[in-house]
């Protein structure tokens, strides 16, 4: 079983419409039709929304996607209109609400790896491939590719896996042209991101991206170079051949699988609550994820 531990209620506020809660973010219409997109605090971890949630998370996604949206446009325009919390909406919205357009989406997650681990490093050492795209031998874990890769996985409910598709199955449900539009930007973009990240002592692992259309305009929607969409490790600490430091959720995932929680992954109970050190550690690696890239101080 996965999915919410304690699913939340929906916020009311006045002119809004609840359309979807996701794993961190809640999903609201306007009167004008745009989208209001609110990042909560919430972690997700192997496919459960826990029952903690790790203070700051929800406004540290939110600034920092709007941080890499500014140094993106000339490649792809974004879904953002404001930044200003609908009137009405309670205080705790400020700093991590979106008004957005509302966009047609691909369904397709748009994945990016400048280098081998996760599911990419598992299909490759069973067929040296990832989405069937063939690779050299003698890679390992944490091994830089000799070029990034697009490497596209389908949409999944919350509770559920995205799956790895190859890039002829996303042309066959998107059209050839959308195909190949939605793989030239995606690696132009984590090109651009790879770059300024490495400026920063960071090194971009792998993201994925989310698109939608305007019209006949390929738009970037959801969050962006995120690490909850991302792997960011700290370039001074990359050694291939085993698994790296991150600025994400490890600290989660490695007190979930240890003896200390006593909970089974792969049993039928929910996860339980963390423990206060587990998320201290944790904001304090999202706060310092933030703090590198943007050369700003959080808070």
């Given at each position: 079983m996965s999915g919410f531990v304690e699913k939340p209620e929906p916020v009311e506020v006045p002119g809004l419409v609840h359309v979807h809660t996701g794993k961190v973010r809640d999903l609201y219409r306007?009167?004008?039709?745009?989208?209001?997109?609110?990042?909560t605090d919430r972690m997700s971890a192997y496919d459960w929304v826990l029952p903690t949630e790790i203070p700051d998370k929800g406004r540290i996604l939110t600034q920092l996607s709007l941080w890499w949206?500014?140094?993106?446009?000339?490649?792809?325009?974004?879904?953002?209109?404001?930044?200003?919390?609908?009137?009405?909406?309670p205080a705790d919205w400020a700093g991590r609400t979106l008004v957005c357009r509302a966009l047609d989406m691909v369904p397709v997650e748009c994945v990016a790896r400048g280098y081998l681990t996760g599911s990419g490093l598992a299909e490759y050492e069973q067929t040296r491939t990832v989405c069937g795209l063939a690779l050299p031998e003698g890679l390992v874990d944490g091994s830089e590719l000799p070029s990034p890769i697009f490497t596209p996985a389908t949409k999944a409910e919350v509770g559920e896996h995205d799956e790895n598709v190859?890039?002829?199955?996303?042309?066959?449900?998107?059209?050839?042209?959308?195909?190949?539009?939605?793989?030239?930007t995606t690696l132009?973009?984590?090109?651009?991101?790879?770059?300024?990240?490495?400026?920063?002592?960071?090194v971009l692992a792998d993201t994925k991206f989310e698109f939608g259309f305007a019209g006949e305009e390929l738009v970037l929607a959801d969050?962006?170079?995120?690490?909850?969409?991302s792997r960011f490790w700290p370039a001074d600490e990359w050694q291939p051949g085993r698994p790296?430091?991150?600025?994400?959720?490890?600290?989660v995932r490695d007190w979930l699988s240890s003896p200390a929680s006593g909970w089974d992954r792969k049993g039928v109970l929910p996860p339980p609550?963390?423990?206060?050190?587990?998320?201290?550690?944790?904001?304090?690696?999202?706060v310092e994820a933030y703090e590198r890239l943007t050369g700003m101080s959080w808070g």
């Open positions: 306007d009167e004008n039709g745009d989208l209001v997109m609110v990042a949206f500014d140094r993106l446009t000339d490649l792809v325009p974004h879904h953002v209109l404001s930044a200003e919390p609908p009137a009405g909406a190859s890039y002829e199955e996303v042309a066959r449900q998107v059209s050839a042209e959308t195909a190949a539009q939605l793989r030239q132009a973009v984590y090109g651009r991101a790879r770059d300024i990240a490495r400026d920063r002592g960071i969050e962006v170079l995120t690490p909850d969409s790296q430091a991150s600025f994400d959720k490890q600290f609550e963390l423990p206060q050190d587990i998320v201290e550690r944790t904001r304090a690696k999202y």
